[in-house]
Nanobody
Framework: QVQLVESGGGLVQPGGSLRLSCEAS????????IGWFRQAPGKEREAVSC????????EYIDPVEGRFFITRDNAKNTAYLQVHSLKPEDTAVYYC?????????????????WGQGTQVTVSS
């Protein structure tokens, strides 16, 4: 049984940083891509970042480029999203997900497994 468990969210002031974690069980993260998504109240879930297994390439949406950094620790079977210079518009529930493919996708429906999410709130 595949399980993804996110942690690391919280309340942070604008300009602050967090490290979100996604611990996997039942699946080896070096076999599948890991996507990070977020969903703000009243908005659709959107892709934020992804790391593929085909070549280890990393993808980011424009609003987070240079501020968010995705990594993967295969020994711990855990993926991370380091988020810096947080803005109020980054406030959302952040989810990690994986899919049975070597490649990333920006479409949530193409992911087979999801974590429960971790809340990130950016406010002064």
């Amino acid at each position: 049984q595949v399980q993804l468990v996110e942690s690391g969210g919280g309340l942070v002031q604008p300009g602050g940083s967090l490290r979100l974690s996604c611990e996997a069980s039942g699946v080896s993260l070096d076999d599948y891509p890991i996507g990070w998504f977020r969903q703000a109240p009243g908005k659709e879930r959107e892709a934020v970042s992804c790391i593929s297994t085909s070549d280890g390439s990393k993808e980011y949406i424009d609003p987070v480029e240079g501020r968010f950094f995705i990594t993967r620790d295969n020994a711990k079977n855990t993926a991370y999203l380091q988020v810096h210079s947080l803005k109020p518009e980054d406030t959302a529930v952040y989810y990690c997900a994986t899919r049975r493919s070597a490649y990333c996708s920006t479409w949530p429906y193409e992911y087979n497994y999801w974590g429960q999410g971790t809340q990130v709130t950016v406010s002064s």
